[in-house]
């Protein structure tokens, strides 16, 4: 039985123009140079994205304690508001 006509073992044809060899290197070390600029940019922003991640921890963390502190203070104006004294305050949160 005879090969289809577009048989595997035929050169596939290579569409659009062939470049010389130097261009071909040319070509090369420009792409190569390309991928090595991005690496390094992408560190960079690997980097700053880090540090943002850690400032945002920093922000919720003193947000936190500001909003403790608020608390603490309204606590603190209620009871010298109450005009009980300590002694008195303690035995009502037993």
Same mark, same amino acid.
């Given at each position: 039985?005879?090969?289809?006509?577009? @048989?595997?073992?035929?050169? +596939? /044809? /290579?569409? *659009?123009? %062939?470049? @010389?060899?130097?261009?071909?290197?040319?070509? /090369?070390?420009?792409?190569?140079?390309?991928?090595?600029?991005?690496?390094?940019?992408?560190?960079? +922003?690997?980097?700053? %994205?880090?540090?943002?991640?850690? *400032?945002k921890e920093a922000a919720?963390?003193?947000a936190a304690a500001q909003?403790?502190?608020?608390? +603490?203070? +309204?606590?603190?104006?209620?009871?010298?508001?109450?005009?009980? @004294? %300590?002694?008195? /305050?303690?035995?009502?949160?037993?």
């Amino acid at each position: 039985m005879p090969r289809p006509k577009g @048989s595997k073992n035929k050169k +596939k /044809i /290579i569409e *659009g123009e %062939l470049l @010389s060899v130097e261009q071909y290197d040319e070509k /090369i070390v420009t792409l190569t140079a390309e991928i090595e600029n991005l690496t390094e940019t992408l560190k960079t +922003k690997k980097a700053e %994205l880090k540090e943002l991640e850690k *400032g945002k921890e920093a922000a919720v963390e003193a947000a936190a304690a500001q909003k403790a502190e608020e608390e +603490k203070k +309204k606590i603190l104006d209620a009871v010298a508001a109450s005009g009980k @004294s %300590l002694d008195e /305050i303690l035995e009502l949160l037993k």
